[in-house]
């Protein structure tokens, strides 16, 4: 799922002065509605080295783009917190619950589920 990425000064500036906050146990996220998807991930130098903060901002990108294609347009800032240990399934854990806490899921129609139905029984599975 592609998605595009805050770059810009100003865009931060915007989304954090006026955006919503949800926290969650291992992470906070500051969003807006927007014509499209965009995310950023702020990871300052007080979470380690590089390499941790690297590997954190990875993990967070793969588990928003896990959970992308079912996302309102809006624009996201993903900021976790300081911990000992960062995993994959505990920002992929929290991220589902705060997309369903603040109402950011798209519903399904009807129409997408017996799609899907159909290609499923399609295939024999």
Do not use: W
């Not at 900021?79 to 899921?105: C, G, M, N, Q």
């Amino acid at each position: 799922m592609k998605y595009l990425r805050i770059k810009k000064k100003k865009e931060f500036s915007r989304l954090l002065k006026n955006g919503k906050r949800a926290h969650a146990d291992h992470l906070t996220i500051v969003y807006l509605p927007d014509k499209e998807r965009k995310m950023a991930v702020c990871v300052g130098k007080k979470y380690g080295k590089s390499v941790v903060r690297n590997r954190i901002k990875r993990l967070l990108r793969e588990a928003y783009r896990d959970r992308a294609e079912k996302l309102k347009p809006c624009a996201m800032l993903i900021i976790p917190r300081a911990a000992e240990e960062y995993s994959f399934h505990a920002f992929a854990k929290d991220l589902t619950r705060l997309f369903r806490k603040e109402k950011l899921v798209e519903n399904r129609t009807e129409e997408d589920i017996s799609a899907k139905l159909q290609i499923s029984t399609k295939d024999g599975v």
